[in-house]
């Protein structure tokens, strides 16, 4: 008599692609300020193979019966599932974690705002699909929101910012994830957690590489509550659910209209400032979150019976 209700609320969030989209970007906001907080404690191989290792165990119960059904689906598949296991878990978040040990959580979040520009360009090269009008307003208007937020309504603060080689890091990361974004939707019909069990224990395997020549080279965590506290955040809710959630969302709106979600990252990060750094809220960041929203909604909505990727 229990069973029904569950189900039917998962069923409800799983068809809200705007909600899962914006639940993604708000783990990921998260994401980004704590793995800059722990940088210095945990070398990004080291938390990224972690990262990935834990959310595995945990979501391994509910997807083992879904991987068992489906393991001829998954061998036959196995090159675009190594493919996104590669570009959207392994290698964006290791290279992501290294980015973040030599830049600020700001920069990060500035350049996070290029996300929907970088999908439009892969959409296009890889699948030969352009932006439409309302997409590409819709994304100039939301960068403008996100730029006054990050400027603390200041443009002229905008070039107060200096780039390093963290900077550059971070955007091949983005890159990276840019292209797994698209690929998203190539991905086999397949229960989502047979995809998020088999790509998170195929990340944590891949990885384990790069976690023993770090370790050589002399760079081992440093753990304590507060670490690991982090850690079990990072695998429960960027990994598990941001992954699920994102997923979802890129197979019922397509890839370019679901980008422009990335335009939350710095809103929900300047949220989770005022709300746990004591940040005071501003006018600026009233208007940012105004221009924000505006303009995912303009990108977001259907413009046509054309299904896009």
């Not at 994401?31 to 990262?51: E, K, Q, T, Y």
Request: hydrophobic letters at 55%; aromatic letters at 12%; one cysteine or more.
């Amino acid at each position: 008599m229990n069973d029904p209700a569950p189900r039917s609320a998962t069923s409800w969030l799983m068809n809200r692609p705007y909600l899962l989209l914006s639940l993604s970007s708000l783990f990921w906001a998260g994401n980004i300020v704590l793995g800059r907080f722990i940088a210095a404690d945990f070398p990004p191989m080291a938390l990224s193979f972690l990262r990935w290792a834990f959310a595995c165990l945990i979501v391994l119960p509910f997807a083992w019966p879904h991987l068992r059904a489906e393991w001829p689906v998954l061998r036959k598949h196995l090159p675009i599932l190594t493919l996104l296991t590669l570009t959207g878990l392994a290698g964006y978040n290791a290279i992501a974690y290294l980015g973040l040990r030599y830049t600020e959580a700001l920069n990060a979040l500035l350049i996070q705002s290029s996300g929907p520009l970088i999908v439009a360009l892969w959409s296009f090269v890889l699948l030969g699909i352009r932006l439409t009008w309302p997409q590409t307003i819709g994304i100039g208007i939301s960068l403008l929101g996100v730029l006054t937020i990050l400027s603390r309504g200041d443009p002229v603060a905008l070039t107060s910012i200096h780039l390093n080689k963290g900077d550059l890091i971070f955007t091949t990361a983005l890159i990276i994830f840019g292209l797994y974004s698209v690929l998203a939707v190539k991905r086999p019909a397949i229960h989502p957690l047979t995809f998020m069990g088999f790509t998170s224990g195929y990340a944590t395997v891949l990885l384990i590489p790069a976690v023993i020549a770090e370790a050589a080279s002399g760079h081992t965590p440093s753990l304590s509550v507060n670490n690991a506290l982090t850690l079990a955040y990072v695998a429960i809710f960027p990994s598990i659910l941001a992954y699920l959630f994102f997923n979802r969302g890129v197979e019922l709106i397509g890839a370019n209209r679901a980008a422009p979600f990335f335009h939350l990252i710095p809103v929900f990060g300047s949220v989770l400032a005022i709300a746990f750094l004591g940040e005071r809220p501003q006018l600026f960041h009233v208007a940012g979150y105004a221009l924000v929203l505006t303009g995912v909604v303009i990108a977001a909505r259907r413009t046509s019976a054309v299904a896009e990727a």
